[in-house]
């Protein structure tokens, strides 16, 4: 059984960072694309970023620059640094595995707040 586990989430000043981990276990990991998708409250589920098996990557215009995803097949892992966080980014971030997505981790919050 798949299951994808994040943390690293939390409360941030705007203008911090962040580093969200998402650990995957459970059949293939290497093999899949992997995403990091976030949802705020009273708003639609966006897509963050992608990564590829072969490590391509893919942002949403408005973390362009200023995220970054990776991933270490070796721990199962797939991460997101989040730098230069702003007021509007507050939500609860997904990891998911597969695109369109099959398997959906739980969320990590990110409250960015000073």
């Known amino acids: 059984q798949v299951q994808l586990v994040e943390s690293g989430g939390g409360l941030v000043q705007p203008g911090g960072s962040l580093r969200l981990s998402c650990a995957a276990s459970?059949?293939?990991?290497?093999?899949?694309?992997m995403g990091w998708y976030r949802q705020a409250p009273g708003k639609q589920r966006e897509l963050v970023a992608t990564?590829?098996?072969?490590?391509?990557?893919n942002y949403a215009d408005s973390v362009n620059g200023r995220f970054t995803i990776s991933r270490d097949n070796a721990k199962r892992t797939v991460y997101l640094q989040m730098n230069s966080l702003k007021p509007e980014e507050p939500a609860v971030y997904c990891c998911?595995?597969?695109?369109?997505?099959?398997?959906w981790g739980q969320g990590t919050q990110v409250t960015v707040s000073s």
């Open positions: 998911a595995r597969d695109d369109p997505p099959q398997y």
């Open positions: 990564i590829s098996r072969g490590s391509n990557t």
């Open positions: 459970g059949g293939f990991f290497s093999i899949y694309k």
